[in-house]
């Protein structure tokens, strides 16, 4: 998998490994910044395609292969 970059997220699809509150295929709907805005980005929001629900998680955690899949899968 490619390195992520904070900045690219926003939009980007992803597939749960194990899926979540039975959502399994998510977007990255929100990129989170931070109050000083000079502080790096770790929040983003991400938003169940089915059935629109929104969960703030960091974004770091995209990176674990064993929970997210870059793309639809």
């Not at 991400?46 to 703030?56: L, Q, R």
């Given at each position: 998998m490619?390195?992520?970059?904070?900045?690219?997220?926003?939009?980007?699809?992803?597939?749960?490994?194990?899926?979540?509150?039975?959502?399994?295929?998510?977007?990255?709907?929100?990129?989170?910044?931070?109050?000083?805005?000079?502080?790096?980005?770790?929040?983003?929001?991400?938003?169940?395609v089915?059935?629109?629900?929104?969960?703030?998680?960091?974004?770091?955690?995209?990176?674990?292969?064993?929970?997210?899949?870059?793309?639809?899968?």
């Amino acid at each position: 998998m490619n390195k992520l970059s904070p900045k690219k997220l926003l939009l980007s699809k992803w597939t749960a490994v194990e899926p979540i509150a039975k959502q399994k295929h998510f977007l990255v709907s929100k990129v989170i910044t931070p109050e000083p805005p000079d502080e790096k980005i770790e929040f983003v929001e991400i938003e169940a395609v089915f059935s629109k629900k929104t969960t703030v998680i960091a974004w770091r955690e995209l990176t674990d292969p064993k929970r997210w899949v870059q793309g639809w899968k």
